[in-house]
């Protein structure tokens, strides 16, 4: 396990500082984002930005980790440093740079407390604004459902956008760095729900992610036979936990193993997710976050999202058709 820094005097979120003359940007290294140097960590984190200025950025001594500048490009950084751009606003170089504004939005929280506000995330909705991300983003959403209740949401994990379910916003920095600190020492239990195509055995999937390691335990939770094409097509509705949380880790490591998610275009089968889609009108891929839970405070925290109307109705016709035909 890599070492965690604890400097609580030091506490941000990814959030642009817009009270700011000039736009300070700052980040928190968790497990999601993590790189061991900073020129490729902000690569990463910058991915809008070109090479060229994040390498002027960092050789002009505008990039400081833990308050200290940072002296080369290579310098090496753990999960939970604090990384903070001054005295730049790389919004500039950033054709697809949207700044945060509180949006009206109706919000799923599932609990709320002094600490943290939790979120049956809806599918279809951008936690961050970026590129292509036409409509508000919940962070937008948070924003003003935070100014009107007295905090400032911080998020400490993420969701891809067309992935619904659990989602925990911090209600202030201190607990976002801590909470930042317990997801990326695997002392959180994330649990995930997915349905792909094929029969796939329980197992545990170690394939790395962008060169990094990854972890998903993966339990069958039933198998069906949906008739594609006039074919029959196996499905397995499983059981994903995730070990660790890298980028699109549970979409790439199904995938990888012959059972892309179903109706994931980026990761599947084009031509059978378009047949799904025609059959079961289910216009994004099957993965749900379905339950976290984690001791914060003292406290057992549970948190359990139910499926989304969509993914509820696919499940009930492919339900159906099986018992009307147990043996096709």
Avoid: W
């Avoid at 049956?120 to 459902?145: D, Q, R, T």
């Avoid at 039933?222 to 499983?238: E, G, I, P």
Wanted: hydrophobic share 35%; aromatic share 8%; with cysteine.
């Amino acid at each position: 396990m890599r070492k965690i820094r604890t400097n609580k005097s030091e506490t941000e979120s990814t959030n642009i500082d817009s009270d700011s003359k000039v736009s300070s940007n700052v980040f928190i290294v968790d497990e999601s984002n993590y790189f061991s140097r900073i020129d490729k960590f902000l690569r990463n984190a910058l991915k809008n930005v070109p090479l060229s200025a994040i390498y002027k950025i960092l050789r002009t001594g505008k990039v400081y980790i833990n308050g200290k500048k940072a002296k080369e490009p290579s310098e090496k950084i753990e999960i939970g440093d604090r990384i903070e751009i001054r005295g730049e606003d790389v919004s500039k170089y950033n054709r697809d740079f949207k700044e945060l504004r509180p949006a009206k939005m109706k919000l799923n929280i599932l609990l709320e407390d002094e600490d943290i506000i939790v979120l049956n995330k809806p599918a279809g909705v951008s936690v961050h604004p970026g590129k292509f991300v036409n409509k508000p983003s919940l962070i937008e959403g948070l924003k003003y459902y935070g100014e009107k209740n007295g905090f400032e949401p911080f998020l400490v994990h993420r969701l891809d956008k067309d992935t619904s379910g659990v989602l925990i916003v911090a209600k202030n920095r201190q607990v976002a760095r801590e909470l930042s600190e317990l997801i990326s020492s695997r002392d959180v239990e994330k649990v995930y729900i997915a349905l792909v195509f094929g029969i796939v055995k329980p197992q545990r999937i170690t394939l790395p992610v962008d060169g990094q390691e990854a972890v998903s335990v993966v339990s069958p939770i039933n198998t069906f036979k949906s008739r594609l094409s006039s074919k029959a097509q196996d499905l397995t509705l499983l059981r994903v936990e995730i070990e660790t949380g890298r980028k699109h880790q549970i979409r790439k490591h199904l995938a990888g193993i012959g059972a892309p998610i179903v109706c994931d275009n980026d990761y599947g089968d084009f031509r059978m997710n378009r047949e799904f889609e025609k059959k079961y009108g289910l216009k994004r891929h099957f993965l749900h976050c379905n339950r976290m839970s984690f001791y914060f405070k003292g406290r057992y925290y549970n948190l359990e999202a139910e499926l989304g109307d969509d993914l509820k109705h696919v499940l009930k016709v492919v339900e159906s058709e099986n018992s009307r035909n147990p043996k096709r």
